[in-house]
């Protein structure tokens, strides 16, 4: 009875794993949104959220996706939980790393910098928070010009006012 077990067992690991060739594509439902990349992007990446369920194996090459650590959306796509609009960045990041662009809206690097925390992505959350320190500091400086330039207008409106009333004088 145990050997029945144990061959029940390793067939049934197995079957919790598949092997793929890099270059394959794989299908991802994130939030209802489809993607498709392949299976070296995510494998490569350096996120902890994706390497709990794609590795490659050293000694074939091939990358092994274990089943048994996500969500099959039943079309054959792995479905994960997360907004599907924000994921098009995290995908860029994936593709492209530190050469991905950045946005320059501070709420979006907001949302981002959470979508990089969930995935797992430390390199790409420094580099959110680089942009989002950039932004503030350029918004501040943009305040600041914009509340002298206001009291420069301010100032020349006041003395166009005092010459037009020296002359109608």
């Not at 145990?2 to 394959?24: C, F, G, N, P, Y």
């Not at 790409?124 to 509340?147: M, P, S």
Request: glycine share 6%.
């Amino acid at each position: 009875m145990s050997t029945s077990r144990s061959v029940s067992k390793s067939i049934s690991s197995l079957q919790d794993v598949s092997a793929h060739h890099a270059t394959e594509i794989v299908h991802l439902n994130v939030g209802g949104k489809r993607y498709a990349t392949l299976y070296e992007t995510l494998a490569r990446s350096k996120s902890v959220f994706f390497n709990q369920f794609i590795r490659i194996d050293e000694a074939s090459g091939k990358v092994l996706l274990y089943h048994r650590y996500f969500t099959d959306d039943g079309q054959n796509a792995i479905f994960v939980n997360r907004d599907g609009e924000l994921f098009a960045h995290v995908l860029h990041f994936l593709r492209d790393g530190k050469k991905a662009p950045l946005p320059s809206d501070q709420f979006l690097l907001k949302q981002l910098t959470r979508e990089s925390e969930f995935y797992g992505l430390e390199n790409w959350r420094r580099c959110l928070h680089e942009q989002l320190r950039y932004e503030n500091t350029i918004k501040g400086d943009l305040e600041d010009a914009i509340v002298g330039i206001r009291a420069d207008v301010s100032e020349i409106a006041k003395n166009s006012y005092q010459n037009d009333r020296t002359y109608q004088r």
